[in-house]
């Protein structure tokens, strides 16, 4: 079975200041990794993913999530956060031995960017 | 282009009653997801689609929910008898191809309120 932990409820930090929003995962074999950002009353939106290659993912909006296989970690990360990051970011997995193509959601973690 | 787009936005049923929730994928996106977002959490699979054909539907919680996609395009997640538990945000996504390293574009939603 595959799984994903987000151990903080909720982050806060101070525009301008360096984010990070944690992201452990449990899968058979080597993961896929996905992260999305969820405003009020809207549906998914992409940010980036982990298929292969190198550990640092850049995606939208400035964002980039490193993967450490040893830690099976994929932490979002952002050098400079601006009030309008707030939002609900969710990580998610795939495997790619098993778990067909759904994807496993962890339990989401909420970011407050503070001015 | 336009993305993935879900109707209603907002059910409210009483229990007891039958409802359908529709999606309109991305055009040409082979692979239809379905999921569902209970409040405060993470959204939890419940069946996809390769075109017509439904290749798990493992998540259905119950006999009660039916998905269907007869010519590979729209599809239709009917919820017969409704009850209180099934209130949540029910979501759609669609992929381009069928694959675990492939993107899923998620709609808006719809939320359900089982009364």
């Known amino acids: 079975a595959q799984s994903v932990a987000q151990p903080e409820d909720q982050v806060n930090v101070a525009e301008g200041n360096p984010l990070t929003v944690k992201c452990t995962y449990s899968?058979?074999?080597?993961?896929?990794l996905f992260w999305y950002v969820q405003y009020p009353n809207r549906g998914l939106q992409f940010l980036l993913k982990y298929i292969t290659g190198d550990n640092l993912v850049k995606g939208s909006y400035g964002f980039e999530a490193e993967f450490n296989k040893s830690q099976t970690s994929f932490h979002l990360k952002k050098p400079s956060a601006l009030v309008s990051d707030s939002a609900l970011y969710f990580c998610?997995?795939?495997?790619?031995?098993?778990?067909?193509?759904?994807?496993?959601f962890g339990t989401g973690t909420q970011l407050k960017v503070e001015l | 282009g336009a993305g993935v787009s879900q109707s209603p936005r907002y059910k409210v049923a009483k229990r007891g009653q039958d409802v359908a929730l529709r999606c309109d994928p991305i055009?040409?996106?082979?692979?239809l997801f379905w999921y569902q977002q209970a409040l405060g959490q993470g959204p939890e699979f419940l069946t996809y689609f390769q075109n017509e054909a439904q290749l798990d539907k493992s998540g259905l919680p119950s006999d009660r929910f039916f998905a269907e996609r007869p010519e590979g395009s729209v599809s239709t997640l009917k919820i017969q008898r409704t009850q209180q538990e099934d209130s949540a945000v029910y979501l759609c996504?669609?992929?381009?191809?069928?694959?675990?390293?492939?993107?899923?574009?998620f709609g808006p939603g719809t939320r359900l309120l089982v009364l």
């Open positions: 055009s040409g996106h082979v692979s």
């Open positions: 996504a669609s992929s381009f191809l069928l694959g675990p390293q492939e993107t899923q574009y």
């Open positions: 998610a997995v795939r495997g790619r031995a098993g778990g067909g193509n759904k994807l496993t």
């Open positions: 899968v058979s074999g080597n993961p896929y």
